[in-house]
């Protein structure tokens, strides 16, 4: 069982910055993968941004070059750096953690935090 909370999210004009941070707790010794997805209104969930053990990373291609995904094992937590923001940003993004091996494959998900961007 594993816990995800969210926190970070809010309203930013355009061209703007924020930085998501997503928590993990409980039973996390088996995550093989976090990452950010996000769903805006009228439209399907997306993936936005992954991580896995390994540090190997994915983006969305709508992304690339303004976020940039990373962890603090210490801390538990993973971040969604978010720079150039576009209107087209706005969604709530929700953390996620995958657990690949195992049978089958358990997905985790947080609460989900609001991202704004204003023109």
């Known amino acids: 069982q594993v816990q995800l909370v969210e926190s970070g999210g809010g309203l930013v004009q355009a061209g703007g910055s924020l930085r998501l941070s997503c928590a993990a707790s409980g039973s996390i010794a088996s995550i093989d993968a976090m990452g950010w997805y996000r769903q805006a209104p009228g439209k399907q969930r997306e993936r936005v941004a992954t991580?896995?053990?390994?540090?190997?990373?994915y983006y969305a291609d709508s992304v690339k070059g303004r976020f940039t995904i990373s962890t603090d094992n210490a801390k538990n937590t993973v971040y969604l750096q978010m720079n150039s923001l576009k209107p087209e940003d706005t969604a709530v993004y929700y953390c996620?953690?995958?657990?690949?091996?195992?049978?089958?494959?358990?997905?985790?998900w947080g609460q989900g935090t609001q991202v704004t961007v204003s023109s």
């Open positions: 991580i896995t053990f390994g540090r190997i990373t």
């Open positions: 996620n953690a995958q657990k690949l091996r195992a049978a089958p494959r358990l997905d985790y």
